[in-house]
DNA sequence: CTGAATCCGCTATGATACTG
DNA sequence: CAGTATCATAGCGGATTCAG
């Protein structure tokens, strides 16, 4: 993807005022943002740390569903995005928690509020699936 | 977005109070409609649908990169979930309108609130990885 | 306890060609 | 113009096993 457009203006304005420009919205962070939390668990982690940190186990165990495969995988790449922070207690045996980065926790608002909005409007999702498969 | 939640995520606070039930949030609409717009191009759509109607073709034009069949898909799952009206105007040559739907103006929102984020918080995400990779 | 390594099926996505 | 049908591929994600 291409450099700084500084502008990425009306991504969200919900009027678009001309043509939109897609190629910066294509290539621009907000998919890829997407993509990061469209994943099976990054999300429902991002959820779960956001309550309060959490140890290994303790997360695999609450998810219940998660293998370790994919819970290592995806604390990883949350790390890796600087929204999870993993710390290492030289215990024995050894305890790793992982918390919330500053910056993940600003990332708990909107998806806080896309969660809600999931909640709230999941009736009508259904009906208006039902109404296409059913009738 | 929601009022008062002081960084902890209002749908967990209220049904999830100790521990953490995941195995409701795993079946819970949450994740469901996470996965939903999770893919290459749902929220592309709705943001550009949010803008104002927009024709088959049109569409297919305006994100260049997108496959017809990809295109098509991902409409139709939109329009299962009530996301998005689809028109056919029984023209010559045949035209096709697509908009969003009252329900789908809601899950604008969100979405854009999202998408703020992402643009926002760029180059965060950016150092963190470099950080990461570089050093 | 906290992972890493391996094998493998499934699904999302794309390319291409065809249709009403 | 607005799709559908078919084939091919990459990566996600699960199960299992091994290790520090």
Redesign the pocket.
């Known amino acids: 993807m291409s450099g700084t457009h500084t502008g990425v203006p009306s991504v969200l304005a919900h009027e678009l005022p001309r043509p939109v420009p897609i190629d910066e919205l294509e290539a621009c962070p907000v998919g890829e943002l997407f993509r990061r939390l469209g994943?099976?668990?990054s999300m429902l982690l991002l959820i779960l740390l956001g309550g309060r940190p959490h140890?290994?186990?303790?997360l695999?165990r609450a998810i219940e569903?998660?293998?370790?495969?994919?819970l290592?995988r995806t604390l990883?790449a949350l790390e890796t995005d600087g929204l999870v922070r993993?710390e290492v207690h030289p215990t024995v045996?050894?305890?790793?928690e992982y918390s919330l980065t500053p910056l993940g926790r600003t990332l708990l608002e909107p998806v806080s509020a896309l969660a809600d909005w999931a909640v709230r409007h999941e009736a009508d999702i259904r009906e208006a699936r039902f109404r296409h498969t059913g009738a």
């Open positions: 994943d099976k668990w140890r290994y186990n303790e695999h569903g998660i293998s370790q495969r994919m290592t990883r993993r045996p050894p305890g790793v």
